[in-house]
């Protein structure tokens, strides 16, 4: 019985760890296919939910959102394990995977739904990120017009958008070329 006992404790010891090294975060870069791909592939990263957030419309769905009447941002949600990756290193992930000069959306997709934002949960994130523009302004003597905003809620997309990437590989490739993310990104980044 003592054995059994233990063995119960450890594992909702072990199941409440876990939970405890996990958090989330919210970034939008255009595309939120494209970003779940860049995101998926980063060791830490346990999960990524293509959606919306930033408007003023409960429950968007992306025929209203693309219209950009919603104020809402095509937005991926990263859940991460903290024992592997942090805030920071998602942050240095996310600008490589975006045009931060670009004020009019992301590659080919062009509108308010598709700008590049970065949200923040408190005022260290808030720091970590102001201070990172000001970094990246300093090297490419450009001003940086991803938004920085107050995260407040998250809605997820519906389930067609989820794992686009994998699920429709080759149309994924055909749209993601002649957006030319890579090249942009490659003559930006390096």
Same mark, same amino acid.
């Given at each position: 019985?003592?054995?059994?006992?233990?063995?119960?404790?450890?594992?909702?010891?072990?199941?409440?760890?876990?939970?405890?090294?996990?958090?989330?975060?919210?970034?939008?870069?255009?595309?939120?296919?494209?970003?779940?791909?860049?995101?998926?592939? @980063?060791?830490?990263?346990?999960?990524?939910?293509?959606?919306?957030?930033?408007?003023?419309?409960?429950?968007?769905?992306?025929?209203?959102?693309?219209?950009?009447?919603?104020?809402?941002?095509?937005?991926?949600?990263?859940?991460? /394990?903290?024992?592997?990756?942090?805030? /920071?290193?998602?942050?240095?992930?996310?600008?490589?995977?975006? /045009?931060?000069?670009?004020?009019?959306?992301?590659?080919? /997709?062009?509108?308010?739904?598709?700008?590049? @934002?970065?949200?923040?949960?408190?005022?260290?994130?808030?720091?970590?990120?102001?201070?990172?523009?000001?970094?990246?302004?300093?090297?490419?003597? $450009?001003? @940086?017009?991803?938004? @920085?905003? $107050?995260?407040?809620?998250?809605?997820?997309?519906?389930?067609?958008?989820?794992?686009?990437?994998?699920?429709?590989?080759?149309?994924?490739?055909?749209?993601?070329?002649?957006?030319?993310?890579?090249?942009?990104?490659?003559?930006?980044?390096?």
């Amino acid at each position: 019985m003592k054995k059994i006992f233990l063995t119960l404790l450890f594992l909702t010891l072990s199941s409440n760890s876990n939970a405890i090294n996990t958090q989330k975060v919210y970034f939008a870069g255009g595309c939120f296919w494209c970003m779940e791909e860049s995101f998926d592939k @980063v060791k830490g990263v346990i999960k990524t939910i293509s959606g919306y957030s930033g408007g003023h419309i409960k429950n968007p769905k992306y025929k209203d959102v693309v219209k950009n009447t919603t104020g809402h941002y095509e937005t991926l949600e990263i859940t991460y /394990d903290t024992t592997l990756i942090n805030f /920071d290193k998602l942050l240095e992930i996310y600008w490589v995977n975006v /045009d931060p000069f670009d004020a009019d959306g992301q590659f080919c /997709d062009k509108g308010e739904s598709y700008k590049s @934002v970065v949200f923040f949960e408190n005022n260290d994130q808030k720091k970590i990120i102001e201070d990172s523009i000001k970094n990246i302004e300093t090297k490419f003597n $450009k001003k @940086v017009v991803t938004y @920085v905003k $107050k995260f407040k809620e998250f809605y997820v997309a519906e389930t067609y958008h989820q794992d686009y990437y994998e699920k429709n590989f080759i149309r994924y490739l055909m749209y993601k070329k002649s957006c030319q993310r890579e090249e942009t990104l490659k003559k930006i980044w390096g």
